[in-house]
């Protein structure tokens, strides 16, 4: 049986938004994994509990799981919970440690 503690993290989805719901969740649990309010390891909230406490559907927490995990700060185990990713500094040093991305390189357009 899983453990029923609850883990928190500080998101918020604004309805008015022209955002999908899952982006405004994604980056809402991005900046609280750069900010510190989970660490490499943690669990994340279960998606039933956190789309719960969010009022929004599972399916729109398991898009936001999906996108973060596509993008490294998260690890999903099926059937079992969702954690920061452990080797986060690794696969995200400069923003792990709460610096800004870098811009992105711009190259010239080749022409024939």
Do not use: K
């Amino acid at each position: 049986m899983r453990s029923t503690s609850v883990v928190t993290v500080p998101v918020s989805l604004d309805r008015e938004d022209p955002r999908p719901l899952p982006v405004q969740l994604a980056d809402g649990l991005r900046e609280s994994i750069l900010q510190a309010w989970v660490g490499p390891g943690d669990p994340l909230p279960s998606s039933r509990g956190l789309a719960r406490h969010c009022g929004v559907s599972r399916g729109t927490v398991v898009a936001a799981y999906g996108q973060l995990a596509a993008e490294g700060f998260v690890i999903a185990h099926e059937g079992g919970s969702t954690v920061v990713n452990p080797r986060l500094a690794a696969v995200h040093p400069l923003r792990a440690q709460g610096q800004p991305e870098p811009p992105p390189v711009l190259r010239p357009a080749v022409t024939d």
